[in-house]
């Protein structure tokens, strides 16, 4: 896996050998971003990665500018490859890992706002409803903040009930959902 463009593009990226994760396509990554990079200036934003896995999108929006990422995995042998990750492109002063379960952290007062946040669930994983409705109720985005998810097409009919909002993209068998505070 690799960075796609900005300050460490072209960079390869430890991927946690596990079943697990399931990283973003670079295909997919860099239609997300090219998308982003036309509603949002990257430059010093608060990302928050959920749902981390292999970190390869709280990396890419880092490389792109971002001033710091959190990257939310509950898994530790997974979180120890993001570290590695962190260690080897040496920023440790722009990243933080919390190691907590998805539903959970969302249910937490947020430390702080976030402009971007990026949720790639396990396709199949249905708790991706609970966590949107309470990134949304605790006030996890800053007002022009950008909430994007991850979906397959073949939990579409779920997620447009329980999102209630059809997918702004489809690319291959991904959807991307947006969500913007209300």
């Known amino acids: 896996m690799r960075i796609i463009s900005g300050e460490f593009g072209g960079r390869r990226l430890k991927v946690p050998q596990s079943s697990l994760v399931r990283p973003t396509t670079d295909k997919v990554k860099g239609s997300i971003f090219n998308y982003l990079s036309n ?15 292999s970190g390869s999108l709280g990396f890419e929006a880092l490389s792109r500018g971002a001033g710091l990422v959190d990257f939310i995995e509950k898994n530790f042998k997974v979180s120890m490859v993001i570290k590695e990750n962190i260690d080897t492109l040496k920023v440790n002063s722009r990243c933080r890992i919390i190691r907590s379960e998805a539903v959970k952290f969302s249910k937490t007062t947020p430390q702080k706002k976030y402009d971007l946040i990026l949720a790639d669930p396990p396709f199949f994983k249905d708790d991706i409803h609970e966590v949107v409705r309470n990134l949304l109720n605790e006030e996890f985005l800053n007002e022009d903040g950008i909430l994007l998810v991850e979906r397959s097409i073949q939990t579409e009919k779920k997620d447009v009930q329980e999102f209630g909002h059809e997918p702004f993209k489809k690319i291959g068998d991904s959807l991307i959902y947006e969500f913007t505070p209300e």
């Open 39 to 53: 509603k949002i200036s990257f430059e010093m934003i608060n990302v928050c990665d959920i749902y981390a896995g």
